[in-house]
C-alpha cells in the first residue's frame, strides 16, 4: 500500500488542530475547576474570626503562661457556650499550646512565644475534661508538659 505524502500530512494537521483547539479548552476547563474547588473548600474557612470584638459580658479571658515544663492558666474552670478568648505567651523558649477534647482530638491551637501574648478565641460547645498539651518540642520534660482544663 501505498501512502501519499500529501494526503498524510493534511491528515496530520487536520488531527493536531483538532486536538490542539480540544487541548486549549480542556486547560480552561481543568483551571476553571481548580479555581472553583479551591474557594468551596475555603469557605466557610473552619477557623473563628478572631479580630471580632466581644464585649467583656460576652467572652471569659483565660491567662495562659509556658514555662519549661508546665502552664500557668488562670482560671482553669470556664462556662461552655460562651466565647473563650486565651490570652498566651510563654516565659522561655517557644511552646504549642494545644486544646484536646476527651477523645484526644484537637479543639484549638496557638503558639507560645516570649515576649507576645497570642489570642485564641474558641467557644466550648459542651461540658467536659479538656487536656492542655504543649505542641512543639521544648525540652526534655516536653512529655509531661500537661495541664487540665474543666468546662461545665
Known amino acids: 500500500m501505498i501512502v501519499n505524502s500529501k494526503e498524510a500530512e493534511a491528515d496530520y494537521q487536520s488531527v493536531t488542530k483538532k486536538w490542539y483547539g480540544f487541548r486549549s479548552k480542556w486547560f480552561l476547563f481543568l483551571i476553571t475547576l481548580g479555581i472553583t474547588i479551591t474557594f468551596l473548600s475555603l469557605n466557610p474557612f ?3 474570626d478572631q479580630k471580632k470584638e466581644y464585649s467583656s459580658s460576652e467572652y471569659q479571658v483565660v ?4 514555662h519549661q515544663w508546665y502552664w500557668n492558666i488562670a482560671p482553669v474552670t470556664i462556662k461552655a457556650g460562651q466565647p473563650v478568648e486565651f490570652q498566651v505567651s510563654a516565659a ?3 511552646h504549642g499550646f494545644g486544646i484536646y477534647d ?4 484537637l479543639v484549638a491551637q496557638t503558639q507560645a512565644m ?3 501574648t497570642n489570642k485564641l478565641i474558641h467557644t466550648f ?8 498539651l504543649c505542641l512543639e518540642y521544648c525540652g526534655l520534660a516536653h512529655h509531661a508538659m500537661i495541664s487540665e482544663l474543666t468546662v461545665e
Do not use: R, S
Open 125 to 132: 460547645d459542651k461540658p467536659g475534661k479538656f487536656k492542655i
Open 92 to 94: 522561655d523558649v517557644n
Open 102 to 105: 476527651e477523645n484526644l482530638k
Open 114 to 116: 516570649p515576649g507576645y
Open 46 to 48: 473552619p477557623l473563628p
Open 63 to 66: 491567662t495562659v503562661d509556658g
